[in-house]
């Protein structure tokens, strides 16, 4: 089993920055694909970004491409996500989650097994 617990959501203006992070107790850590995706109301769960196992390879949603950077330090066991020039449209749950797949192409939250809570992001403009 696989336990994701995510922190570092809140409140902030437009313009603003966020940083996520998710603290993973998973054996395999460093061998895992680790990929944030968030949800708003009334919407889908949308893909936001991965990152490899080496963290050599990332991906992005278009939506965070030049605003949001994913790394990991596999020495921790944890991911981050820094998100800047935030937007009103960024407010969602945000989602931390494991994969064995890898973090290139297209990304859908069922290609992940493993998830966690959500954390509250509110951009107000």
């Known amino acids: 089993q696989a336990q994701l617990l995510e922190s570092g959501g809140g409140l902030v203006q437009a313009g603003g920055s966020l940083r996520l992070s998710c603290a993973a107790s998973i054996r395999t850590f460093s061998l895992t694909t680790m990929g944030w995706f968030r949800q708003a109301p009334g919407k889908d769960r949308e893909f936001v970004a991965a990152?490899?196992?080496?963290?050599?390879?990332?991906n992005y949603a278009d939506s965070g491409k030049g605003r949001f950077t994913i790394s990991r330090d596999n020495t921790k066991n944890t991911v981050y996500l820094q998100m800047n020039s935030l937007k009103p449209e960024d407010t969602a749950v945000y989602y931390c989650?494991?994969?064995?797949?890898?973090?290139?192409?297209?990304?859908?939250?069922?290609?992940?097994?493993?998830w966690g809570q959500g954390t509250q992001v509110t951009v107000s403009s």
């Open positions: 989650t494991a994969t064995s797949r890898s973090a290139s192409g297209d990304q859908y939250p069922s290609d992940y097994k493993y």
């Open positions: 990152i490899s196992a080496s963290g050599l390879t990332t």
